[in-house]
């Protein structure tokens, strides 16, 4: 069964030409198994050929090992370029927590890739959190656009404490919710999303992560829109963004309504989950 998994999860990144150390597959591994035993596994796998291991990296047999060298220079880089990007979000109000995700998370980064952002909202202020933080990284001009990307915020996912228990492509495969990196807000809210994904093997003690430091103009919108005030603007703000969302998903041409999801519970952009959900797909068979 573990080598089973090993397999299937190797698939995975394969698909996204990601090679894995022995460090990242005990960390995405959602069984706990000590160190000298995964070896033994991954050892006897390479044996058997299942699975091929060069310059300390593994991926399934027949698929070439990049040069991850690059890749993790070019990762690095922009996690750096994130991280000073970090202190906006304690400028937004009504926000629990931001998760990195997309490739980002993942390490499978190429030159214009963006910061794919998951971001925890408060009960019934998902869409006055969408407002704020829209205006402040399209002022700062680091909110990405529909055609230019590069080193921006996407920011494409919202949920709220009852939409916590993520759906798929998510719910499809763990990877895609182990490789998620805790990087911002409340270590409370964090643990609360953990256990509605009952999820045992993501971590909050990720470096890369502070508490929630927010600051006074966050905590002074937030008791402004607070209560029938904040109720009234939420209404509004959500009228007047839904036909704006799906003016710009028509002028792209998006079709089909797989991964898009326009609620009071949770804002989810993500037109394009058929290509993850086909990996996914493919890949789940060597489990």
Known sequence: MMSKHI??????????????????????TSYTLPSEDLLKILDELVKEKNIICSEGFYSLSGYKILERKWQDALLD????????????FSLLPFVNFVFISGSLALGNVHEHSDFD????????????????????????????????????????????????ALK?????????????????????????????????????????????ERRLIAILIEKMLKGTLGDMFE?????????????????????????????????????NTKKIENIVQKQVEYS
């Open 77 to 88: 880089k922009k996690w750096r370029k994130l991280m000073r990007l970090r202190s906006f």
């Open 117 to 164: 952002v998951l971001i925890g909202c408060k009960e019934g202020r998902v869409f006055t959190a969408r407002f704020f933080s829209n205006v402040l990284f399209i002022l700062i001009r680091k909110r990405r656009e529909a055609f230019y990307g590069k080193d921006r915020i996407c920011l494409n996912h919202y949920i709220t404490p009852s939409s916590y």
């Open 168 to 212: 798929k492509p998510y719910a499809l495969y763990p990877p895609l919710i182990a490789s998620l990196v805790p990087f911002y807000g409340s270590k409370e809210e964090m643990d609360k999303f953990i256990k509605a994904n009952r999820l045992t093997f993501l971590k909050n003690g990720d470096r890369r992560f502070i508490g929630s």
């Open 7 to 28: 397999v299937g999860l190797l698939g995975f990144y394969a698909s996204l030409e990601r090679p894995l150390t022995f460090l990242e597959i005990q960390r995405l």
């Open 235 to 271: 209404r509004l703000i959500k009228r007047l963004q839904i036909p704006r969302i799906r003016a710009f998903l028509k002028s792209q041409h998006v079709i089909s309504q797989d991964g898009i999801i326009l609620s009071d519970k949770e804002i989810e952009l993500h037109p």
